[in-house]
């Protein structure tokens, strides 16, 4: 709907009945003049007249229209949109991203310092009577100020105060979050709600957003994006960080392996450094091109001591530093035991050879693992509480007392692999345990041995996709022997199939641990699988799936937490935590029972915090979000189509906002478009103008014609 700020000048329209009333008043009266027959000269008369008459007309428009949009021009005409904003009060709500992206360095100042400059310029924009609030998620106290105030002096120190987190924030949680609070804006008038954030990929869900969009389709607010992603980002960042072993022994070595990530305004090379408790303890430089990952392998061997090893894998500081640290604090143990059951009971313990072999390369203790064989007789009869990881080769049976040893032991957190063999058939015996109880389970013998190529099933926690990744290549057993397994309507977890579709093994939960079926031997009898890169690799998998279970993890993120196993007759404790900057604070916690860990949270910033209760005292490393070191921005086109349907206003800083603003509250200013078309219209009456002068006289037949009538009259 158009406006005038001036409408006095609307007067100026009546100007335009002057090229009427001129044309009206100039008009020429025909004058007869004495001719002989001009029976051949009409149709050419006929023609002209016609065209200048449509000359006349056109013109005459031209200069109406001209007038006319001038008068308009001075009008200073402006154009509303459906969706202005009302006048009268207005209530803000601001909703300030505290996450650990906001750390970004942006020119002279963090991405964060910059929203909360764009936040205080709008609050002192305000006019009396309009109401702020303040939330800011990733903080302590998201609700900085809530509900709305008039109060801008308080807005403002509120504003000054907030600091951002180090932990992740679903902006879009946080959006749905204060709509909900606000009841969508129902029954209120002039509702704003302003999210000041960097927007990055993994902050924004966008199935939440369209739901939320869909929810308030008819809401009464207006959603302000307020983006402040830096201009210019040269950072590089780790990824993927992985040690190994999960544990040390004494002063063994470990390796570290990672990714760097580099932006595309990143160019030129890094250095990344490995330091422990005793100093620096490797470092490697290495080249990224600008957007792309380069991976690194640092290997170091672990200074002596009994405490864990405390450390930091680290990049140069550039434009985020978050991202530029990892820490870790690798325990250090006497040994994991893994028990290995011949069940054949052959001297030689052929039965475990292999398996020996694959976790012991070449017989050497490389590894954090300590393995120990028994024989069917001492597995039955001995306690293996202690074992962590069970691999039975060929037992003989599985009656109900091996049953209830195998999920006993599984119940107390071990981990448990059969490997079936020619000691016994097992088949029938399998059903009865709990994990199996619904598999049709039957001995198969090939006719002829084939190497049968095994295909991807559904990983159990990504052990398949692990020992894919470290074969490089197509999985192949040569097989002559198999335990045929089919499943009811319930499936187990599978690890790779066969081309026909049958699992290759299966595992399930049992209690704190796991049952796994493998269904060919450990042994050479039904398939040449002990011979192969697959069975070394697996087992080594299944190695290290016990020893990250039985070694306590002493890492998290922020906002994480840590499953301590603290050894005391008492389901409640009190733990002093002491922060990465030295503060120190109680934290009170519980369990459900004396053998349930302790949950311990309280993880706010990156860093080594120490743990300490009755003497015995833990680092814990923790560590930034992975959530947050990807800083992949969403487009403007992402954002508001997944809004979709709200009244949504995106905006890059605040002169671009306050215009916006400006147009939506006071319309558009017109005035300037009208002179434009007044310009071209007067081009057009000009060219008209010049037309109607070349065709104005007579046709130069008819003038010869009339000056020779003259002569003769």
Known sequence: MPVFLAPIYLAGVLIAAAPVILHLLHRRQPKPIPFSTLRFLQAAVARTRRSRRLTNVLTLLMRVLILLLIALAFALPKVRFAHWLPAGARTIVLILDASASLRCVNGDRTSFERAK????????????????????????????????????????????????GYGHVDVVAALADALTRLDFGRGQTGLEVHLFS?????????????????????????????????????????????????????????????????????????TVRLAGDGGELATASLEVAPGREASVVLTAQAPPGERPLS????????????????????????????????GGGAADGRDVFFLRQAIQPGGRPNTVVVPETWDWNAFLARSADA???????????????????????????????????????????????????????????????AAMTLVPGRPPESLEARIETALGAPVSVPVSRRLRL???????????????????????????????????????????????????????????????????LLSTEVGGRVALDWAEEATGAEFELVSPAGERRIVGVTRPGVEAPYLLRGFSEPGLY???????????????????????????????????????????GWDEQRERVDRLRHGRPLWPFL?????????????????RSRVGGLPPILGRLLAAGRGGA
């Open 486 to 552: 089919e499943q009811a309507a319930d499936p187990l977890d599978v690890l790779f199939r066969y081309p026909d579709g049958l699992p290759f093994a299966l595992v399930a939960a049992h209690g704190r641990g796991r049952i796994g079926l493998a269904t060919v031997s450990a042994t050479r009898d039904w398939a040449e699988w002990p011979l192969t890169p697959f069975f070394v690799i697996a087992v080594q998998e299944l190695v290290k799936d016990a020893v990250q279970a039985s070694v306590p």
């Open 675 to 691: 002179l434009v078309l007044a310009a071209c219209l007067a081009v057009c009456e000009e060219l008209f103008a010049n037309l």
């Open 610 to 652: 120490e743990i300490s209760r009755g003497g015995k005292s833990l680092r814990i490393a923790v560590n930034l979000p992975t959530t947050e070191s990807d800083l992949a921005a969403l487009s403007r086109a992402k954002l508001e189509g997944d809004l979709g349907g709200m009244q949504v206003i995106h905006a890059r």
């Open 311 to 342: 450390g930091t894998l680290s990049l140069p500081a550039d434009a985020y530093e978050p991202d530029n640290t990892y820490h870790f604090s690798l325990p250090r143990v006497a040994g994991v035991p893994v028990l290995l059951v011949n």
């Open 198 to 270: 960097d927007f990055h990929a993994e902050c924004w869900d966008g199935d939440a957003a369209r739901e939320l969009a869909r929810r308030g389709r008819d809401a009464d607010v207006i959603v302000y994006l307020n983006e402040v992603r830096p201009s210019l980002l040269a950072n590089a960042g780790l990824r993927r960080v992985g040690l190994a072993p999960p544990a040390l022994i004494g002063d063994g070595g470990f390796r570290v392996t990672a990714a760097v990530a580099a932006s595309p305004d990143l160019t030129g090379e890094t």
């Open 117 to 164: 400059a764009w936040a205080a310029d709008l609050v002192n924009s305000l006019s009396e009577g309009d109401r702020v609030a303040v939330m800011a998620p990733g903080t302590h106290e998201p609700l900085v100020v809530f509900p709305a105030i008039s109060d801008r002096t308080r807005v403002l120190a509120a504003l000054d105060g907030v600091q951002p």
């Open 387 to 449: 074992c962590r990881l069970v691999l039975i080769s060929n037992p003989p049976r599985l009656d109900e007392a091996a049953r209830h040893r195998i999920e006993g032991l599984a119940a107390a957190g071990a981990h448990i692999w059969i490997l079936p063999g020619e000691a016994g058939d097992i088949s029938g015996d399998l059903k009865g345990l709990t994990a199996f109880a619904g598999l049709a389970i039957s001995k198969e013998t090939l006719d002829t041995p």
